[in-house]
């Protein structure tokens, strides 16, 4: 296996996955990787993904945040213009929220690393 092929997230339906700087979602009951598609290149690796409870959207973290709808090819960058780069980790979802936040850690503007909450509907992001 190529020590550059990483997974990132699994669930009973996809799994989202990375080879270097770009990520992958398959479905898991096609056999054919023809079938994969690319649903974000991230400078530098991604840190973490992960597919929403609902299956509604993969998130990506790394050099900002990636979102990705499933229902469609759209999506949109967070963080990731050269002269704001956000670097973010550790992307999850907690029972706490609805299916529309994400969690993830970054560095604030005094220099402490937070976890934020993203509203990946509105794209607002707050500190917790």
């Not at 296996?1 to 699994?10: D, G, K, Q, V």
């Not at 991604?46 to 993904?49: E, I, K, L, T």
């Given at each position: 296996?190529?020590?550059?092929?990483?997974?990132?997230?699994?669930c009973d339906q996809y799994r989202l996955y990375s080879i270097y700087e770009n990520v992958y979602l398959k479905?898991?009951?096609?056999?054919?990787?023809?079938n994969d598609i690319i649903v974000a290149s991230v400078y530098g690796d991604?840190?973490?993904?992960l597919i929403s409870f609902g299956n509604d959207y993969v998130a990506i973290a790394g050099c900002g945040i990636t979102i990705h709808f499933l229902n469609g090819d759209e999506g949109y960058e967070i963080g990731t213009e050269a002269d704001n780069v956000f670097w973010t980790e550790g992307i999850y979802q907690s029972g706490e929220d609805d299916f529309n936040y994400v969690r993830f850690?970054?560095?604030?503007?005094d220099g402490s690393i937070r976890v934020h909450r993203l509203n990946v509907f509105d794209r607002k992001i707050e500190v917790l």
């Open positions: 296996m190529n020590s550059a092929f990483r997974i990132l997230y699994e479905n898991i009951h096609r056999s054919e990787s023809d991604p840190d973490s993904g850690t970054a560095y604030t503007d």
